[in-house]
């Protein structure tokens, strides 16, 4: 199993990315996704989740209204776009694999992890 993150880079507040995650090894449409991050001296927190078949999606506070979660089952590919950035955003973001069909939000519920994309959002 793979999961390959791209996409981070330094960016300015109100900024935008597209975050993606190229996934092998499994039958990615089986299973839904997630999107964590983790900024220095702080622990993994949640950011998006999205279902095996795209149609339910679930967000963090801190995200909500500003970051989307999408996935295209043909590409096994996983996607974060993040809007109106803030310097609180700035964090690795790491997408991982659900063990469930169904959204979940916790760390335990996510068996398999990619390395990591840095977004750094500083003027």
């Known amino acids: 199993v793979q999961l390959v993150e791209s996409g981070g880079g330094l960016v300015q507040p109100g900024g935008s990315l597209r975050l993606s995650c190229v996934v092998s090894?499994?039958?990615?449409?089986?299973?839904?996704m997630g999107w964590f991050r983790q900024a220095p001296g702080k622990e993994r927190e949640f950011v998006a989740t999205i279902s095996w078949g795209g149609t339910s999606t679930y967000y963090g506070d801190s995200v909500k209204g500003r970051f989307t979660i999408s996935r295209d089952n043909a590409k096994n590919t996983l996607y974060l776009q993040i809007s109106n950035l803030k310097p609180e955003d700035t964090a690795v973001y790491y997408c991982a694999k659900s063990t469930s069909r169904i959204i979940r939000t916790t760390l335990s519920m996510y068996d398999y992890w990619g390395q990591g994309t840095q977004v750094t959002v500083s003027s």
């Open positions: 090894g499994f039958t990615f449409s089986s299973y839904a």
